[in-house]
Every structure is written in C-alpha cells, then in structure tokens.
C-alpha cells in the first residue's frame, strides 16, 4: 500500500468516525440524505473519502444505499430495538456476573463513580456505567459484541432519555446492580441488569413508536 493510498484511507476512517458521532447522537437522523456534494462542500474534502467513510458505515449498519438515490441514514425500527435489546440483555448479564465474581474493591470504586445518571447528560453518564461494567468484565470478545450492539441502539435510546422519569429510575436501578455487585451476588447483579435493560428497551421502543407516529 502506497503512503498516499494508507493516508487517504486513515482520512476515510476519520471521516467515518465524525458522520459515526453525529448519527448515534442524534443529529443526522433516521431516514436523513447523505449528499456527498453537501458533505464536500460542508467539510471542504473531497469526495472520495467521504464515499469510502459512506461504504463504512453501510457495513456498521448506520448507512444504507438507494438505488439511484443515494446514501441515507438507517431507520431504527421498533422491532430492531427490541431484539437488539434482547441481545444486549444477554450479553450484559453475563459480564455483570463476572465483575460481582472478580471484581476488586478499587474497580468497585471506579465503578460507584459511574453509577450516577445526571437529568443533563442521562445517555452519556448510562453509556459510562455500562463501558466501565464491560472493561471490569475483563472479556475482549464480550466487550466487542456488546459495544456493538450499543453503539446500534444510541439512535433510539437518545430519544428515551426525554422521557419524563426515565433517568431517575435508571439511577435507581444502576444503584440495585451495584448493591449486588458488592455483595458478590451473582444471580441477583445478573438479575438486575436484565430489568435494567428491559425497562431501558421498553422505554426506547415506545419513544420511537411514539416519533415514528408523528412524523
């Protein structure tokens, strides 16, 4: 590979990553058109990374192709939410389970820091809970595939965190798993992340119905 072949791709990957943070937050939304002309003309590049960041994300599954129409941002459905949150709920039970067993007092520190969910910034302190969870877990592979499929279901969990209650109850319920993390109960931090996820997957899914309506 050319230095010129490896600096434009490294260049995609960048690109990739900026269109990547403005989908998942929100801000380029389900169904949204990504002009390759406007994204050159926005970003001052040139269209053949952009093209290449578009063919990225289409394989993450955020980006889909049109024929003849182009590339635009994927819809999260309702019923994708739900099943994504099932897989989430098994993945994260499990490394629950594993940092009840293994975890040390300075990595329940670190963890009880994380345990809070601000009214402000719900998404982001849950999105830090939950990485800090999966890094404790110690599992490369776990890790992987959860992140994964979180990174998939921000979109909709972004449109939840507005739901009146919705981040008062998840500090509650962060709160029951780290009791018994502490306690080095298994069952019960395993038990407890899965009505965490349950109630966060419920609550998505209605906020997504309830956008999908309106539009």
Same mark, same amino acid.
Not at 156 to 165: D, E, K, Q, T
């Given at each position: 590979m050319s230095?010129?072949?490896f600096a434009q791709r490294r260049f995609?990957?960048?690109?990739a990553g900026i269109l990547r943070r403005r989908i998942l937050d929100g801000e380029m939304k389900g169904g949204d058109r990504l002009n390759e002309v406007q994204l050159s003309n926005e970003y001052g590049i040139s269209r053949s990374p952009?093209?290449? @960041?578009?063919?990225?994300? *289409? !394989?993450?599954g955020l980006v889909t192709f049109v024929a003849g129409k182009g590339a635009f941002v994927r819809e999260v459905t309702v019923q994708e939410v739900r099943e994504l949150g099932q897989v989430r709920e098994a993945l994260e039970s499990f490394a629950v389970e594993l940092v009840a067993q293994n975890a040390t007092p300075e990595q329940l520190e670190a963890l009880a820091e994380n345990?809070?969910?601000?009214?402000?910034?719900?998404v982001v302190s849950d999105d830090d809970f939950h990485r800090t969870i999966l890094d404790l877990a110690g599992n490369e592979?776990?890790?992987?595939y959860a992140s994964h499929v979180i990174a998939r279901l921000r979109m @909709?969990?972004?449109?939840? *965190? !507005?739901?009146?209650?919705r981040v008062e109850d998840a500090a509650a319920e962060h709160a029951a798993i780290l009791t018994a993390i502490r306690a080095g109960d298994t069952s019960a931090a395993s038990e407890a992340m899965r009505s965490h996820l349950r109630a966060a997957t419920e609550s998505a899914s209605a906020a997504l119905e309830q956008a999908q309506g309106e539009n």
């Open positions: 230095e010129a072949t995609s990957d960048d690109f952009i093209r290449e @960041a578009l063919m990225a994300l *289409a !394989g993450e345990s809070g969910v601000g009214a402000s910034s719900g592979r776990l890790t992987q @909709a969990r972004s449109r939840s *965190a !507005g739901v009146p209650g």
